[in-house]
């Protein structure tokens, strides 16, 4: 679409990206509407790599468990026995996220917080006249939720160094449980 009223522009962009005005902030009910040719034909290219990236993801995703397992600050994602997950993301909740951010941001390692926002809290949702405190599990998840570092491409050794960084931050079970000692194994285990 071509337009020259910046304000025809600005609906269209809002619509065309599910609502939002940016990132997370959703004034209306919106669209996924963002997909042009020139994207059409890097994901035609990546669609023949998508079962194996998925499984790739699958695989750091039981390493994070397996690492994280036992530090009672951290929840790590509850995939239910019934399905399947393919891990697009890979989100921990913890109380203290700010603090974790900064923490891991200072040992250079990239969070993202995907959702800050609950859906009944979104202006869209404005007119159903919802408050935070009809939905407190929803609101409280909000504000614990990080997404660590989760691609296909994320090496062990890369994945040991975001616990490292975590434990060090909740200085929690994961040291006194020998972290160290796992990622001394797991690395030794993915260089074999």
Known sequence: MTTN??????????????????????????????LDSMQAGFLHVKLAHLAQWNEQRREHAARYNQLLRGDESIACPYEPSWSRAVYHLYVIRTADRDGMIQHLQEAG??????????????????SLGHSAAEFPVAAQVASEILSLPMFPQLTAAQQLRVVEQVARFTSGAL???????????????QTA
Do not use: C, M, W
Not at 109 to 126: D, F, M, N, R, S
Not at 175 to 189: F, L, P, W, Y
């Open 175 to 189: 040291q006194k449980r020998g972290v160290a000692a796992e990622v001394a194994g797991i690395s030794a285990e």
């Open 5 to 34: 009223d910046a304000a025809v522009s600005t609906k269209v962009r809002t619509l065309r990206d599910h609502g939002q005005v940016k990132k997370y902030f959703h004034d209306v009910e919106g669209y996924n509407g963002r």
């Open 109 to 126: 390692i990239g969070t993202g917080i995907h959702y800050p926002v609950p859906l009944h809290l979104q202006k869209a949702y404005a």
